[in-house]
C-alpha cells in the first residue's frame, strides 16, 4: 500500500529498490527516521517488531492518532473544506490550545492541501477529502502491531540494535536539512556514522550522492543509483537525474 500523505525526502520512488535491498531474514526492522514511511507502508509486514521513529513530535503525533483514535480523526476532519480560507487559519492557529486529534487533524490537512506537501503555502489542487480520510482506516490497520517512537537516531538505535534487528535508515540528506522542520547538521551525520559504525544489527542507509558522504562509508558497501528528481520531473522533461547512494554492512 502506499502511504498516506508525501513527504520532503518520502521514499516512494525508491522503495522497491530498497527492499529488494533487504536482508533475507530479521526480527525486528526499525524505520530510524520515519517520515512519512514508504518503505514500511511498501509491505503488509517486514518482521515480527516492527518500529516507527521519527523526532518530529508533529508527525508521532499523527501516527499515534491515526493509529490509537482513527474514528476520531476521521470525525475531526470530515468538518473539513478544501479552502485556502481555512489553510491560512490552520496555519496561524495551529497547536493554540488544541487537543492531540485537533492537532493531528491539523497537520494532515495542511499537508494535504498545500504546495508539494510544505505545508505552508496552499496548493490550489483538487483534494477528495472524504477519501483521503477514509483511506486512514487502511492505515490503522497497517499500523495496529507497529511501535511508534519519538527519539533521537542515536538513543533508538541503542534501545532496539540486536544481532537480529535491522534499520532501514533514511537520514536528512547531507546539505539539503534545510527542508525539516529538525535541526540536522554536519556533527548529526558524523554521529550517525559513528553510531552505525558500532551496531551488532544489520541497516541499509540511503544518502544524496556527494563526496563527505561517499569517504565516510567507503568501508561499506555502497551502491550508486540514479532516479528522476521528484519535484523537477514534474517540470522539465530532460536532465532531471538524481543520484543517491545506497549503503549497508552486511
Ligand atoms: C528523509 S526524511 C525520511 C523520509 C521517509 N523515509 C519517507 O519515506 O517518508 C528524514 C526524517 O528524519 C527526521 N529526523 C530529523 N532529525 C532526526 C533525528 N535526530 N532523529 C530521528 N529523526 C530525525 C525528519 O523529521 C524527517 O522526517
Not at 90 to 117: C, E, N, W
Request: overall charge neutral; hydrophobic content about 35%; glycine content about 4%.
Amino acid at each position: 500500500m502506499n502511504s498516506f500523505f508525501a513527504w520532503i525526502g518520502g521514499k516512494n520512488y525508491l522503495k522497491k529498490t530498497i527492499a529488494a535491498r533487504m536482508p533475507d531474514s530479521f526480527s525486528r526492522y526499525i524505520e530510524v527516521f520515519g517520515g512519512a514511511a514508504w518503505v514500511l507502508f511498501y509491505k503488509d509486514r517486514y518482521a515480527e517488531m516492527e518500529i516507527y521513529n521519527d523526532y518530529n513530535g508533529d508527525l508521532v503525533n499523527l501516527f499515534r492518532c491515526v493509529k490509537y483514535h482513527c474514528p476520531e480523526l476521521q470525525r475531526e476532519l470530515s468538518f473539513l473544506l478544501n479552502s485556502r480560507e481555512i489553510f491560512n487559519d490552520f496555519k496561524q492557529q495551529y497547536t493554540k490550545g488544541m487537543t492531540d486529534i485537533q492537532r493531528a487533524a491539523r497537520f494532515y490537512f495542511l499537508l494535504k492541501v498545500s504546495y508539494g506537501s510544505n505545508g505552508r503555502s496552499y496548493g490550489c489542487i483538487k483534494k477528495d477529502i472524504l477519501a483521503m480520510t477514509q483511506y486512514l482506516s487502511r492505515i490503522e490497520e497497517r499500523l495496529s502491531a507497529v511501535i511508534i517512537e519519538k527519539k533521537d537516531f542515536e538513543d533508538l538505535i541503542s534501545v532496539y540494535d540486536r544481532p537480529d534487528a535491522f534499520f532501514y535508515v533514511d537520514p536528512p540528506y547531507y546539505q539539503a536539512e534545510k527542508y525539516y522542520q529538525i535541526e540536522f547538521n554536519e556533527d548529526d551525520h558524523i554521529r550517525l556514522y559513528r553510531k552505525l559504525c558500532t551496531i551488532q544489527g544489520k541497516f541499509l542507509l540511503s544518502y544524496n550522492n556527494c563526496d563527505l558522504i561517499k569517504d565516510l562509508y567507503k568501508d561499506f558497501y555502497v551502491e550508486g543509483i540514479t532516479r528522476q528528481h521528484n519535484l523537477m520531473a514534474r517540470y522539465k522533461g530532460e536532465n532531471n537525474d538524481y543520484k543517491e547512494l545506497l549503503i549497508w554492512n552486511y
